[in-house]
């Protein structure tokens, strides 16, 4: 298998392949998509997918679209966030947000544009693969799998529960659901989708479930933490966010040592999961401890 590194440049180097030219009317719309792409970031949910992928024997090649998608969502999502209406954030990965460049209508239809793009590249991709039944079924997987936890019940519902959290008394069960929604399911599709390529047996694809599901949850605990006590320029966004707007922010209700003994907690239970695959899963393992102590 790859590095992270080496993951990471693969989809450095692909990162606008499918960003299409609109057109003189429209030149700015790609430019606001690019801006948000191309700023920078950690590549976690693309890199996830392809290490998936080859990791149950399938092709980086083939899976490479699909992860730039995830990446695309991603980003969209991040855009849509920084509003106004929503975080009201000024700075993304140390830079100006989308909205503070090209103004707020031209960042939401950047953001509009990631999404749409993404879905034509997981729906487009089954078709290359029409006479092989078997790849068209793992495709379809993939891009529905990708899709819905993107979606209304999924990382949407997780983003509304957050928002709604605002204005609502910060309890458990609340944040365990914008936990699970608003950050797992964008970690746990790539891992699945990846799996879901190449072909993968159920009990491979159930224990990497519970693996992405754990990582997922313990980075937005860790983003928690970091809200309160991290380093502004390492994060490159605003701290204090959280306090300021009324989030339910696991460190809030639980405090900040319960808060990172659960951070622990997850990262081992994650890595738990993978026990039977030993070496062969060490990319994993070492990424859920490399994610344990990020500073941003």
């Known amino acids: 298998m790859h590095s992270f590194d080496e993951y990471r440049e693969i989809i450095n180097s692909h990162l606008t392949d499918f960003i299409a030219d609109p057109g003189d009317e429209a030149t700015e719309l790609a430019d606001a998509m690019k801006y948000s792409l191309e700023v920078g970031g950690k590549r976690l949910r693309p890199a996830l997918l392809l290490a998936a992928c080859e990791f149950a024997g399938g092709s980086i090649e083939e899976a490479l ?3 730039l998608a995830l990446e695309y969502i991603h980003t969209y999502s991040l855009i849509h966030d920084d509003l106004p209406a929503m975080d009201n954030d000024d700075l993304r990965r140390g830079q100006p947000t989308n909205h503070k460049v090209f103004g707020e209508a031209m960042a939401i239809l950047a953001g509009d544009g990631l999404l749409s793009t993404a879905a034509e ?3 487009g991709c089954p078709l290359h693969y029409c006479n092989d039944p078997e790849k068209i079924r793992n495709h379809v997987r993939a891009a529905h799998e990708i899709m819905s936890r993107a979606g ?3 990382m949407i519902a997780g983003q509304t529960a957050d928002i709604k959290g605002e204005k609502l008394e910060p309890t458990a069960e609340l944040i365990r659901f914008i936990e699970l929604h608003k950050t797992a399911d964008l970690i ?5 989708a990846g799996l879901m390529l190449a072909g993968s047996d159920d009990e491979t694809l159930d224990r990497f479930t519970l693996y992405a599901r754990d990582i997922g949850v ?4 860790l983003d928690d933490i970091l809200d309160i006590e991290g380093d502004q320029t ?3 966004k605003t701290l204090g966010k959280d306090a300021e707007q009324g989030k339910c922010n696991y460190a809030f209700v639980h405090g900040l040592d ?3 003994e659960e951070l622990h907690r997850l990262t081992s ?3 738990n999961s993978l026990d039977p695959y030993g070496q062969n899963a060490v990319f994993f393992t070492a990424l859920a401890d490399s994610l344990e102590i990020r500073k941003y």
């Open 258 to 260: 319960a808060a990172k």
């Open 218 to 221: 313990a980075f937005q605990i």
């Open 121 to 123: 590249i997981v729906t």
């Open 234 to 236: 390492l994060l490159g």
């Open 269 to 271: 239970e994650a890595k």
């Open 152 to 154: 209304a019940r999924g």
């Open 65 to 67: 679209p699909y992860a």
């Open 188 to 192: 746990t599709a790539p891992v699945r």
